[in-house]
């Protein structure tokens, strides 16, 4: 099996579902002849044509209400926000268009349409290159939000998302683009011999809304997705605590069997992201958790995320949930 | 390639050149006798000629003529010349930098100094500017410290804005050189309302914005104009089509390769000039600002120019446009274009010029050694990062000084 980066995988969805489906068109700024900003459709437009990869105006909001129009009228568009910080200027027709067109038309119109975009932070991209806005999503009833970690699950989340018959938010987390992020920036990997990076050419896809158990363990329940997945791996490694990892994948809908199975054994939980602590996914996590699993619960749920601020430049370090304070947050829970 | 435009069903524009094609660009006749004035009390219709032909001053041979000729003194040419000369070399220097690791990313206005040089030069001091990353040369207009926007690129202790921003994302309040926001557009609309604050104020204020070709498309441009016509707004609306965003071509933000007249149906005069024409710029800028002064409301400006450059140093624009293009662009070079009106004036020399480069070069490397004393990239000092929750809000509410507190443990142990 080939073993593929984060960015070649994307690639090899996009091409896997182009090739499938001749009603997958895909656009988006820089994505066409030069193949996007971070490589990821580079070379499709010259094996499919400029018809089936091309690029756009320099306007998210006109990316999403054209992705609309061409969801409602029978194609299957696949769009890229350069950056998710950059989604904002769509977020009218994301949210009060795509989100709800099946369901105020009485069913008679949907839109499947993917939207892919490349989140996070850890890049030095300062405010606007570092977001990590998927809660802006969750909270958005009729839409499906996924959020991708590794090579395998990149490529197997994105056909599932552009198969789906509703809208589909997917973030890519553009710091593991190249290899997986474990939390110290001067520790730079590369994708090369992790398991996570072998990679099918062909067609194959991880249903959305399941989790993925990246570790399996007995004392802490650790859910992450996107780059902390890999962080929180580090930061369980350092504790020396046996956990399972839950890398949720699917933030909406979420796999509520993996979590319920992993507290009632556990008993004790951490949730990690790296978008600020309130109103994040978290929140909705720990909520849903007490609500469902509250008789498993023997320590309070944890949260390790980055601070109510905007996302800093020259101090990310400081802003982004690192090893050291999720592995304290993973023995916290295990003291009573 | 699969899909040539004669056998797919949509249409997809292409940009003119590619890598491997030759580059040509033929269409380029407007002379500087084209255009008369317009008068100051013009309606939107009555400059169409001027929004679809091309305000030029400088000839072929780069002397000075026609009714836009702005008959500046030869100081403040020469003045013009220093601070273009100077961003050029401040650019050169900065990439150097970064490609040797000691900033993190950098942008040059290669090939479009004159724009917010010669705009700013045609304003008064009391004006708002509201410009992209393109613009950083307008600091040098209003007298920013090259030591303190090196700081800034750097992101040391001595930067102004405390490391939250990418380089080249400066803030200078001092010379009303308003914030520049990565998100493209988003100044465009809020220069409107910068302006119309000054009118409401009763202050002979006018502000200027500038938006990239590509930017555009955004939602902003649109909303900007529509805003500024109905208010009247003292406010001067550049689209600095530098003819690529990114990878991009002006051919994907506009289905007119025009973006000047764009502003008539809204009603606003609208121009195009040559953006690399020094004494062209200045002439249409301060022509828009006295009419903003005198109540006459915003005008809309297509400055024409080549991004001779890489879109940013993270950018390898061979991928996708001819590697030499920057060369065949009929619009030339705007440093060399008024270096050689000045000769041929008298007014300057190559040696004049030539000892003109060496001092700013030293200047540059000056003003670069002595920000590196405030902190370089590699080992700092950086801003501390208590300042990632300083300023969010005037005073920072309990969860934020909560969070500051645990951030500090995390950091000090
Ligand atoms: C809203 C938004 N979308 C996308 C980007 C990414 N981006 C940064 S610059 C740029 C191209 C801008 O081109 P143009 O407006 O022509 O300005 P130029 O760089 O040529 O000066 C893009 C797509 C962004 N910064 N903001
Ligand atoms: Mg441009």
Same mark, same amino acid.
């Given at each position: ?97 795509m ?19 490349p ?8 405010? =606007? ?49 190249? #290899?997986?992020?474990? #939390? ?20 194959y ?93 023997e ?18 370090w ?19 | ?19 491997g094609?030759?580059s ?34 400088l ?31 401040f ?49 040098f ?27 080249? =994302? ?22 409107v ?18 938006? #990239? ?7 902003d ?8 016509a ?26 007119l390769?025009n ?50 450059g890489? =879109?940013?140093s ?46 700013l ?16 990239l ?36």
């Amino acid at each position: 099996m080939p073993n593929m980066n984060m960015v070649e995988s994307v690639n090899s969805a996009l091409d896997t579902m182009l090739s499938n489906d001749e009603d997958v068109i895909i656009f988006g700024e820089d994505v066409g002849y030069f193949g996007g900003v971070f490589r990821t459709s580079d070379g499709l437009q010259e094996k499919f044509g400029k018809h089936r990869v091309f690029d756009s105006p320099l306007s998210e909001g006109g990316i999403a209400a054209t992705a609309f129009g061409m969801g409602i009228n029978g194609l299957r568009p696949v769009v890229e926000i350069q950056f998710a910080d950059y989604i904002f200027p769509a977020y009218d027709q994301i949210v009060n268009e795509m989100a709800k067109v099946r369901h105020r038309s009485g069913g008679e119109f949907w839109c499947p349409v993917t939207i892919r975009t490349p989140a996070g932070g850890g890049i030095r991209g300062g405010h =606007h290159h570092s977001q990590s806005p998927e809660a802006q999503f969750t909270h958005t009833p009729g839409l499906k939000v996924v959020y991708c970690s590794t090579p395998y699950n990149a490529k197997g989340l994105l056909i599932s998302a552009i198969e789906d018959n509703d809208p589909v938010i997917f973030f890519e987390p553009k710091r593991c683009y190249r #290899g997986p992020f474990y #939390g110290d920036p001067h520790n730079v990997p590369t994708w090369g011999g992790h398991p996570e990076a072998e990679v099918p050419e062909s067609h194959y896809s991880i249903p959305l809304g399941q989790a993925r158990l990246a570790l399996e363990g007995n004392d802490c329940t650790v859910i992450a997705w996107g780059a902390m997945v890999h962080v929180c791996e580090q930061a369980i490694k350092d504790s020396g605590i046996s956990c399972d990892l839950i890398d949720l994948q699917t933030l909406v809908p979420w796999d509520k069997e993996a979590i319920e199975e992993s507290i009632s054994k556990t008993g004790r939980c951490v949730i990690v992201h790296e978008a600020p602590k309130t109103s994040g996914f978290g929140a909705e996590m720990v909520a849903s958790i007490q609500e469902r699993c509250f008789w498993s619960l023997e320590s309070p749920i944890e949260r390790v995320t980055g601070w109510d601020t905007p996302f800093p430049h020259t101090t990310e370090w400081d802003y982004m949930p690192g090893p050291d304070r999720i592995a304290a947050a993973i023995a916290k829970t295990q003291e009573n | 390639m699969a899909g040539d435009s004669s056998d797919i069903p949509l249409h997809i524009p292409d940009a003119p050149h590619r890598p491997g094609d030759e580059s040509e660009f033929t269409d380029w006749p407007w002379k500087p006798e084209d255009l008369g004035m317009l008068e100051m009390d013009c309606s939107a219709e009555e400059s169409s000629e001027h929004a679809t032909g091309l305000v030029r001053v400088l000839g072929d041979d780069n002397s000075a003529s026609g009714k836009w000729n702005p008959n500046l003194s030869p100081e403040d040419l020469k003045m013009g010349l220093e601070y273009m000369l100077r961003l050029r070399i401040f650019d050169d220097r900065m990439m150097k930098m970064q490609r040797t690791g000691k900033l993190s990313f950098y942008m040059r206005s290669f090939g479009e100094e004159a724009v917010a040089i010669a705009q700013t030069m045609a304003l008064e001091t009391q004006d708002w500017l509201f410009p992209t990353y393109r613009q950083p040369g307008a600091q040098f207009v209003r007298g920013r410290d090259m030591v303190s926007m090196i700081c800034h690129c750097i992101g040391n202790e001595e930067d102004n804005v405390k490391g939250r921003q990418m380089p080249v =994302h400066y803030t200078y309040k001092e010379g009303r050189f308003i914030s520049v926001s990565s998100p493209v557009g988003t100044q465009f609309s809020q220069a409107v309302g910068v302006a119309l604050a000054s009118r409401y104020k009763d202050l002979d204020e006018v502000t200027i914005t500038w938006i #990239g070709d590509g930017a555009s498309a955004e939602g902003d441009y649109h909303y900007a104009l529509n805003f500024a016509a109905i208010f009247k707004a003292p406010v001067i609306l550049n689209v600095v089509n530098n003819q690529w965003a990114i990878s991009t071509h002006s051919n994907f933000a506009s289905g007119l390769q025009n973006f000047a007249i764009r502003g008539i149906p809204y009603g606003i005069p609208s121009i195009r000039v040559d953006g690399n024409d020094f004494l062209a710029l200045f002439s249409v800028t301060r022509w828009a600002r006295e009419r903003a002064s005198m109540g006459l409301g915003p005008t809309h400006i297509e400055v024409l120019t080549y991004r001779a450059g890489a =879109h940013s140093s993270s950018d390898d624009p061979s991928r996708y446009r001819p590697h030499d293009e920057n060369e065949y662009w009929p619009g030339g070079d705007p440093i060399d274009r008024l270096k050689d009106h000045l000769i041929s004036i008298g007014e300057w020399t190559e040696k004049d010029h030539d000892e003109l480069s060496e001092k700013l070069d030293s200047e540059v490397m000056g003003a670069y050694k002595e920000a590196v004393k405030f902190g370089d990239l590699a080992n700092g000092p950086y801003p501390s990062s208590d300042a990632i929750f300083t300023e969010v809000y005037e005073t920072p509410p309990w969860h934020l000084m909560e969070q500051w507190e645990e951030m500090k443990k995390w950091r000090d142990e």
